[in-house]
């Protein structure tokens, strides 16, 4: 046998340390007993119920505090600009609201994930994932959340499911200790806007040097946009033995799972961090202009980018982000009771004292209670990026009506009059607390209605719309030919718009849509920003320009 055929070993991910900080749950539902010279942990059912709820409750209204110190670092930095501070100077104050356990800090309370690492000697003796599922059941259905789950019912017809599963639960199994077993999870929830930021990309060795690969990133990354709510935690994943693999590790790492890898590789094949890559690509995002949201230069939080063994004829790139709703949580079960990562539940320490000579500017005060033309005309005034504070009537509609409403059109009858008198905020809320005007109610993302702008427009509808995220460009070209607007709402803060703006709620149309339906609201200092306008101007269009080589050059330069 030669030396390169020795047999080596190594976990792909070795995840290293565990140094979270836990909080005990229980020390109810273990128990361990001895067996041919081994421990062995025996788990009732009832812990992994118990867990799964308390962990779906705390990722809907706290976050770690690491991501908080983040977001008063952008208050605190002299170099942000003045709309990166206010959206993270929101994004703390929504962070207080979903703290208090009644409002979750976003509408979108998302897909429920549990990956699971059972070590040999935890004994369940049932389907965990039908007891991890049950917990999730009650989480949902207890809590003022949001039902997201779609049954296929045939290829074409879907039904929600009324209580949030199935969710994707994943389970492994692992060595262990035979003297301590133990039960890891890491549990999360996605919504679709971060989740629909997972990109694949199938390249070759060639963007396999320095240069290429940060033009690569430079293009990518960009394309992001801000539809997921940045500030972003972003993770690139470069290799990986199948592309499903890369997207998990891109996945993990954007959750912070795999901040304890190593720096360095080996000829086993596991995966490392390339810090000085993690450098290089955070700089370049901090250069694009788009900033949280609405420019400057806080586009991400942090980067993180894993390189992993690959087939020699393939070379699978992954991105993926997790959102300003950060919603993930480590737990795991031992011979001394259930644990749950301990996230902050008390931000208001994150927040600063004084708030307006932070956020400076001006805003502009529209009045959504005169008729269009005259909004349309005061907008017009200003230029893109002009902060707004939007107080009167909106009326509410996302996927589903936009579809019932263009078949309307399609057959010849005439855009609900409601779509010419209001703008139309693309939302679908959590459900409302008893005592409250609103469940959660932020922004969905503005994309996914872009094919419908100009029919809408053309019929004498959709005049003004609101919602998160950059918008393509037949959305521009519609609204400079019929004097359309395009407003960008603050991605993430769907607590803090419930309880601090939306004052009344009513269905209008289609209430068998659930979320869905058209709704009618009225708003009060509800935050905005210009985005598209009726000259053709776009803000996200002055941020396309190529900056990696610049970037690359001032990396060499600093070292």
Not at 448 to 476: C, E, P
Not at 495 to 517: F, Q, S, T
């Amino acid at each position: 046998m030669t030396a390169a055929e020795t047999f080596r070993y190594s976990d792909l991910l070795p995840i290293g340390a565990d140094d979270t900080p836990y909080r005990l749950l229980t020390t109810e539902g273990v128990s361990t007993f001895e067996h041919n010279g081994r421990t062995f942990l025996q788990v009732d059912p009832e812990a992994l119920r118990l867990l799964t709820e308390t962990a779906i409750h705390d990722i809907s209204h706290y976050l770690r505090p690491a991501h908080l110190r983040q977001l008063r670092k952008i208050i605190d930095d002299p170099e942000s600009s003045g709309n990166d501070r206010f959206v993270a100077l929101d994004l703390l104050k929504n962070l207080n609201i979903s703290a208090g356990g009644v409002l979750p800090m976003c509408q979108d309370t998302g897909t429920a994930i549990v990956m699971g690492k059972k070590s040999e000697g935890v004994l369940t003796g049932v389907d965990d994932a039908e007891w991890l599922s049950r917990g999730i059941f009650d989480a949902y259905t207890k809590l003022n959340l949001r039902y997201s789950q779609l049954a296929p019912i045939t290829m074409w017809e879907e039904k929600n499911t009324g209580s949030n599963l199935p969710a994707q639960i994943e389970l492994y199994s692992t060595e262990g200790d035979a003297d301590n077993p133990v039960y890891k999870f890491l549990f999360m929830a996605k919504g679709g806007g971060s989740a629909n930021k997972s990109f694949l990309y199938q390249e070759t060795k060639a963007v396999l040097n320095p240069e290429r690969m940060l033009e690569f990133l430079d293009e990518k990354i960009r394309s992001l946009g801000t539809a997921a709510c940045p500030p972003y935690h972003l993770a690139v994943v470069i290799g990986g033995t199948s592309a499903e693999f890369a997207l998990k590790t891109a996945k993990y790492a954007s959750a912070h799972y795999l901040d304890n890898l190593p720096t360095e590789g080996s000829i086993t094949g596991h995966a490392f961090r390339d810090l000085e890559l993690e450098e290089e690509v955070f700089q370049l995002t901090r250069e694009f202009g788009i900033g949280a949201q609405f420019g400057g230069k806080y586009f991400c939080h942090d980067v993180r980018v894993v390189r992993l063994p690959r087939h020699g004829a393939s070379c699978p790139v992954a991105i993926a982000v997790s959102c300003s709703a950060d919603r993930q949580a480590l737990a795991k079960i031992t011979k001394d009771g259930i644990f749950l990562e301990q996230l902050e539940t008390e931000p208001a320490q994150y927040l600063p004292e004084q708030t307006d000579e932070i956020l400076g500017g001006d805003v502009v005060k529209i009045d959504l209670n005169r008729p269009m033309d005259e909004i349309r005309a005061e907008l017009s005034k200003y230029p893109v990026k002009t902060r707004l504070s939007l107080t009167g009537p909106l009326v509410v509609a996302r996927d589903i009506a936009h579809a019932k409403i263009k078949d309307l059109l399609d057959a010849g009858q005439p855009m609900p009059q409601y779509l010419k008198d209001m703008a139309v905020y693309y939302a679908g809320p959590a459900k409302t607390p008893e005592g409250y005007a609103s469940g959660s109610f932020g922004p969905t993302t503005a994309g996914r209605m872009d094919s419908y702008v100009d029919q809408f427009q053309a019929a004498g509808g959709s005049m003004i719309m609101l919602a998160k995220g950059n918008r393509s460009a037949q959305v521009t070209k519609a609204c400079n030919e019929h004097g359309g607007f395009y407003l960008g709402s603050i991605g993430g803060p769907a607590a803090r718009l419930a309880l601090d703006c939306i004052k009344n709620v009513e269905v209008l149309e289609y209430p068998e849509l659930g979320m869905e339906a058209v709704w009618k609201i009225e708003v009060e200092d509800f935050p905005a920003f210009i985005v598209v306008d009726d000259k053709g101007n776009d803000f996200f269009a002055e941020t396309s320009k190529p900056i990696a080589l610049r970037v690359r050059t001032r990396s060499k330069e600093r070292v």
